[in-house]
Every structure is written in C-alpha cells, then in structure tokens.
C-alpha cells in the first residue's frame, strides 16, 4: 500500500515576491494596530490571581489570644536553604519554649517553602503576596510582629480538603 | 480688509511672532512624536503603550523632557569634548531650521494686511531644505567619531555612506517635481499642484515613491537604521551621549521625520492645498490670486481667516498621515542588511531616479511641443505615463513576482506526493 508524503512548498529566497511580502506584513500590523484588544495588564488596577500554590511573603500563625503557634524547634532555620530564617528560642515558666527572636530576611529568601513543609505545628507559612517592596535594604528582614501582621491568604501546599495527600 | 501683502512695522511684527510660533508648534509635535511612536508602537504589538503621565499618557513626553534634564551629564574621558558637544547642535538645529519654509497654511488676512502662512517664502525654497538636511550629516559623523568608541564610530560611517547615497536619489527624484512645478520656491509648487488639478503624488507617483524610500534612508528610520543599528552597534552614533544631549539627537531624529512628512505633503500631497478651488491663493504679479479666467485674466482671491484655519488642520492632516506612516513602517519591516541597502541605493535607486527624470522630461516636452495646455488633461497624460513607469519599477524590483505572484501562491501550497511501494505501518 502506498503511502502519501506532504510537501511543503516554500519560497525560494531569489524567486519570491518580497514587495508582496512587506505589503501583506504592513496589513498584518495594521490590524493588530486597530484591533482594540490588548494583553496589557494595567497592573496597579488590574491585579493578577495568584495560584493557590504561589509562594510569597512569610505569614506567621497566632493563637487565639495573639501568641504565635512557632515553638522555636529550629528547624526551619536548620532546612532553610538560603540561611535566611534567624531563631532564637526561649521557655517560659510552665515549659512551653517559644520564639524570643524570630526574623526572616526577605531579601535572601528563595521562597522555596520548606520551612511551611517542615513546621510541625504549622505556625510559618509562605504566603500569596509578593508587593513586598521597601526604600531600605533593613525593612526587609521582618521580625517577628511584622510576620503575625501578614493578614494574605497562605499558601496551600497541600489540598487542605486532602492534607494526607491521598 | 485690503488684499494688499502686509508692510512696514506690522509685517516686522508677524514675522517675529510666526517664527517663535511655528517653532513652538514644531516642537509640541516633535515631542508628541515620540509619544505616537510609543502608542502606535504599542498597538502594533497589542500593548496599550505609556499610558500613566496625564489623560491617556498625553503628559509623557513632558515626564521624559525633565527626565532627560535632570539626568547625569556624561562626558567620556577620551572623547575629543570640542566635537563631543558640538555634534547634537549640528544635528538637531538643520532638522528644525528646515521647516522655515515650508508653507502650512493658505495667506491669513489681517487689517494690515495679508500674512503669508510661511515663515521664509525663499526664492530657493527646496535648495534650501537639500542643503539643511544633508548639514545633518555631519553631526551624526562628528558624534560617532568624538565619541572615541568603536561602535559609535561604526555607526558614524554607516550614517555617512548611507545618507550620502541616498541623498542623490532623494535629489534626482526631486527633479521631477522642480520639472513639472518649472520653481523650487515651495509656494510656487503647491500653486502649481492647484493649478493642474491634483496633487503631485499622481502625475509623478514613480518620484513620490523614490522619495519616500530615499527619505526614511535620509532620516535613518527603518528599515534603514543602520547608523544606530542595535543590534549590532548598540545605538551607533549616540552610544556614548546621554542626558540632554541625547535627548538633542532624539529630538532632531524625530524633527527630520516631521520635516520629511512635512516635505512628502508639500512636493507631492498638494501642502495646505485641499480639494476644489475655494482656497487656492497665489501672489502673482503684487495680487492674490485664485486663477485665471479663460480669457487669461486674473481672478482674485478671497482670504478668510477660516479658510486659513481649515487649510492648516489639512496641512497637519497630511502631515500627519506620513508620521503615522513612518511609525507603521518602523514596526513592520526588519532591517536591512548594510550591502542590501548600499546596493538598493546605488543600483536600484540612482538609476531609476535618473531614467524617471529622463522620461518625465520627455513627456513635459512632449506634451509642450504638441501644444496641451496646463491643466487636468495635463496631469492625467503624466499620471498615464508615471503610472506605467510605477509599474514598470515595481515588476523589476520586485523580479517579476509583483504581478505575477506565482511564487507566493505556490509557497502556501501543499501537495501530498504518493511514494508506491512504501507500506503505512499500522500504529505509527
């Protein structure tokens, strides 16, 4: 049985109608000159959906009555590939060890999630945010108010319906 | 209100008002120019453009003016400095002092007196705006060389050879026009476009589209931008200018486009000419006047200031055409290679220009000697013989495709060839 091949013909580089060509690429701009659809995101106005596993800006989890949730194990600092998270733990009289210094340097972080993935109780999260712009290179290693102040929506790693990943 | 040519003091008092005006208009469309460019730019490629600075981004070119003022000064320690500042002034004052006379509106009437809508009607007209462009030339090679830097330099050649070359088509396919027109004074030849019932564009299309090429490669727009070339030279001979000084080559790159577009609607758009004969107006012999009767008396022309205004608006309208059209033009066509334009300029241009002039001289005599008279069948006779050169030109250049097509049709064409013998395997 005989088969069929297709063949292109396309144009010679010394036989083709290059005026014809320009002309059909001027009507070609001209439409999209006229065409009153545009792909710009007037970004201030308009602002982009994040996807729900974006990760952003740090949010740190409090309880109830404004504590955070973070028990100063040490280990976000001990995964944190940029080195980037500084933890200084502390107890207080019943036993219950908390952060007495708890920074995170935005500028050196890489955003790539790990200390949410390895948190035990949940407490650091990355967020869907990412307008973190500042005038001084300092304002970027936020402490640990700045971090329970974070009101955007965290990210989800994991379907919060499926947290087993079943 | 006499039709007599203003005098005496008022008419010392017009022109010191007309120049500072013409020029501050110039100016505001250089500037929004660049805004054009910017927008249009921007649809082409379904971007909305710069639309921040004021009502639809109207205030930008002001933002980017005292941007540019504000900007750091940067002189390179091993530019020759003398050269280094003197080369934008040597660009950006021919690109403005060009417009001096170019006529942009029919004559206003004044109670003093008749105010002709020109700043400097010259007697050499056209000799005066070749001679202005072509001075541009040297700041750009001055600008490339006192910046000491290779690519600078590079595009400072470039800019030479090419403005060079292109400057004797723009100039031969002026000829026609001077030719047909029998003045280089730029009144005389919008009067004449009046008087033969159409524009120059039709009569002598074949020059209007020599001089629309040779004029892009004059202003160094694409797809002729091969002194500044960015992919290859950086930005070529402004490489090493920042600040207001480049702002400077920028604004007198976008004046020689306006003073182009303005030249295109002149010499071959009809200038402020409008269709019908209600605006014509002519000094002939001390009078103002609107044509002649058939018995070869003058009939006189009635300037109003509204006649004046509409003029202007289709002066800017036609202007306006060609800047738009250079923007297209930009935004579509790629560059060309330096020998592609080289060749283009010396083998293809230069010699049709002088064949054209050649066969548009021959016709004019032709037609004299058979004793037709100055009018439409006039130009309709050089519209027939244009149009066939047009056509003529277009085939070759295009190396017999234009028309003919065949190639283009065949390259969107598929055939499916069977090849016997070879078996379709099955899951494949």
Known sequence: ?166 | MSVEPISGVPALIAMALKGPIIFGIVMVVVAYTTLAERRVSAWIQDRSGPNRVGPFGLLQPIADGIKNIIKEETLPATASRFFFILAPILVLVPSLVTFAVIPFAAPLPTPWGVVDMVIADLPIGILYVLAFSSLAVYGVVLGGWASNNKYAFLGGLRASAQMVSYEVSLGLSLIAVLMLAGNVTLTEIIWKQQQLGMWFALPLSLAFILFVISAFAETNRLPFDMPEAESELITGYHTEYSAMKFSAFMISEFGHMVTASAMMATLFFGGWDLPGTWDDAFWYQGQLISGFAADGSVILANPAWWKTLLTFAGFGAKTALFLVLYIWVRWTLPRFRYDQVMSLGWKVMLPTALAYMMLIAGTILTLDTIGMTWGFGYGLALTAVSGAATVAFVFFLDRGRTIAGAAAQRAQRVEVKTIPGAVARAGR
């Not at chain 1, 580089?13 to 701009?29: F, V």
């Not at chain 1, 974006?54 to 100063?72: F, L, Q, S, Y």
């Not at chain 1, 952060?99 to 972080?109: K, L, N």
């Open chain 1, 1 to 166: 049985m005989a088969i069929g091949v297709k063949v292109m013909h396309r144009p010679q580089p010394e036989s083709t109608s290059y005026l014809r060509a320009a002309l059909s690429g001027m009507a070609l701009t001209f439409r999209h000159m006229v065409n009153p659809v545009k792909v710009t995101q007037q970004y201030p106005e308009e602002q982009t959906e994040l996807h729900p596993r974006w990760r952003g800006t740090h949010v740190m989890e409090t309880h109830a009555d404004g504590r955070p949730k973070c028990v100063a194990c040490g280990l976000c600092p001990t995964v944190c590939p940029a080195n980037c998270i500084r933890l200084v733990g502390g107890e207080d009289d019943q036993g219950n060890r908390y952060p007495i210094v708890y920074e995170i340097d935005e500028f050196r972080c890489i955003f790539c999630g790990m200390c949410q993935e390895v948190c035990p109780v949940e407490a650091i999260h990355v967020g869907q945010h990412f307008e973190n712009a500042e005038y001084t290179r300092a304002r970027f290693v936020y402490d640990l108010d700045r971090l329970m102040e974070q009101d955007h929506p965290v990210t989800n790693l994991w379907d919060p319906s499926d947290p087993t990943g079943e």
